[in-house]
């Protein structure tokens, strides 16, 4: 089995063979390391793209907005993403974002993951019938971790999430007024033995 660390160094080393910067190319290799930890055939979806963008040309989509579609070409899953986790910050206040043919869009996945972290609200992206939810770049819930390969994403939404929390405000105070049985009142005793409450000095 292949280490997290050697996934992330062939990924970034094959993006600057295939004429990406260095700089994008790290950011692919820190994308496949993650799909791959979560379970999401990275590499899979990765060495095909890089196999069809060698007799295809892919359009580069740099100003996102609240609908962004390509004009004759399907769009390049790398450059999207990384536009879109530069401008997520401007692009939050749209509640949502939708993209029409992108390649390979669980190479875009990542991207919108990271964003998830920068904003510190979740993410809902939709890849025509396949649902994510993206936390923080720590969890990613899916109805499909599809291990195949996802040649192109029709239709393709990101919805920003507000943050409330999952249960009801009866629940908190029940389990709150539960844990008060855990405090003790404090009492001379426990002041002289506190910390910092010594009576000699050890220096």
Same mark, same amino acid.
């Given at each position: 089995?292949?280490?997290?660390? !050697?996934?992330?160094?062939? +990924?970034?080393?094959? *993006?600057?063979?295939?004429?990406?910067?260095?700089?994008?190319?790290?950011?692919?290799?820190?994308?496949?390391?993650?799909?791959?930890?979560?379970?999401? +055939?990275?590499?899979?979806?990765?060495?095909?793209?890089?196999?069809?963008?060698?007799?295809?040309?892919?359009?580069?989509?740099?100003?996102?907005?609240?609908? $962004? !579609?390509?004009?004759?070409?399907?769009?390049?899953?790398?450059?999207? %993403? /990384?536009?879109?986790?530069?401008?997520?910050?401007?692009?939050?206040?749209? %509640?949502?974002?939708?993209?029409?043919? =992108? @390649?390979?869009?669980?190479?875009?996945?990542?991207?919108?993951?990271?964003? *998830?972290?920068?904003?510190?609200?979740?993410?809902?992206?939709?890849? &025509? $019938?396949?649902?994510?939810?993206?936390?923080?770049?720590? $969890?990613?819930?899916?109805? +499909?971790?599809?291990? %195949?390969?996802?040649?192109? %994403? $029709?239709? =393709? +939404?990101?919805?920003?999430?507000?943050?409330?929390?999952?249960?009801?405000?009866? &629940?908190?105070?029940?389990?709150?007024? /539960?844990?008060?049985?855990?405090?003790? !009142?404090?009492?001379?005793?426990?002041?002289?033995?506190?910390?910092? @409450?010594?009576?000699?000095?050890?220096?």
């Amino acid at each position: 089995m292949k280490s997290l660390s !050697e996934i992330e160094t062939v +990924s970034k080393r094959s *993006s600057r063979a295939t004429g990406f910067s260095w700089g994008v190319s790290e950011e692919v290799g820190k994308n496949i390391r993650m799909l791959e930890m979560f379970g999401i +055939s990275g590499i899979r979806n990765l060495n095909y793209y890089f196999k069809v963008r060698e007799k295809q040309t892919f359009e580069k989509l740099k100003l996102i907005t609240n609908e $962004n !579609e390509a004009t004759k070409l399907q769009l390049c899953p790398i450059i999207t %993403g /990384l536009n879109f986790l530069d401008q997520v910050r401007s692009l939050e206040s749209h %509640g949502e974002i939708k993209f029409k043919k =992108i @390649a390979y869009p669980l190479l875009f996945l990542p991207f919108v993951s990271r964003a *998830s972290e920068v904003i510190g609200k979740k993410l809902q992206l939709t890849i &025509d $019938n396949k649902i994510f939810l993206l936390s923080f770049n720590i $969890n990613i819930y899916s109805n +499909s971790l599809n291990n %195949g390969i996802v040649e192109l %994403g $029709n239709n =393709i +939404s990101i919805i920003f999430q507000e943050n409330k929390d999952s249960f009801k405000e009866k &629940d908190w105070e029940e389990l709150y007024k /539960l844990s008060e049985n855990t405090f003790v !009142e404090e009492n001379d005793s426990l002041k002289q033995s506190g910390a910092g @409450a010594g009576l000699t000095d050890n220096d």
